[in-house]
């Protein structure tokens, strides 16, 4: 009999958006306690403190080599879903983080959402 294994997501948001991935994660608090959850240093702090019962490991800060971390996941087949709250009004500097993060995650075609309406819309598929 083969062993069922638990997805793993990754959650990523820009400063500005951390609250709203805060709320993401209550709100779809049930759904996410189905899966592994790997988040970059604060966002994953923060999802913890708002939803201690989900199964989320913290990552380095984003700044650290975060962001890489959870690319580095993706190449290896280990994470099967992006959510990363992307501030489109933030410095440039986080451009490369985007770039990076969304440009492995189209090559190893997983599921991404960039914002909140479309990690619903997501999130609403992965009930079915």
């Known amino acids: 009999m ?5 997805r793993t997501l990754a959650l990523v948001a820009h400063d500005l958006k951390k609250d ?8 779809h ?5 189905r899966f592994n959850l790997v988040a970059t ?3 994953g702090g923060r999802v913890l403190a708002a939803c201690p019962e989900l199964s989320l490991t913290p990552l380095k800060s984003g700044p650290l080599g975060g962001d890489q971390q959870i690319g580095a996941l993706i190449a290896e087949g280990q994470v099967h879903g992006l959510f990363f709250f992307v501030d489109p009004l933030s410095p440039l500097p986080h451009d490369v983080d985007v770039k990076a993060l969304t ?6 075609d997983i599921p991404m959402a ?6 619903h819309m997501i999130v ?3 009930v079915d």
């Open 2 to 6: 083969a062993k069922l294994v638990r």
């Open 20 to 27: 709203e991935m805060v709320e993401f994660a209550r709100t």
């Open 29 to 33: 608090r049930t759904i996410l306690a």
């Open 41 to 43: 240093g604060t966002t």
């Open 103 to 108: 440009r492995l995650a189209l090559v190893y």
């Open 114 to 119: 960039l914002n909140a309406s479309t990690a």
């Open 124 to 126: 609403g598929q992965l």
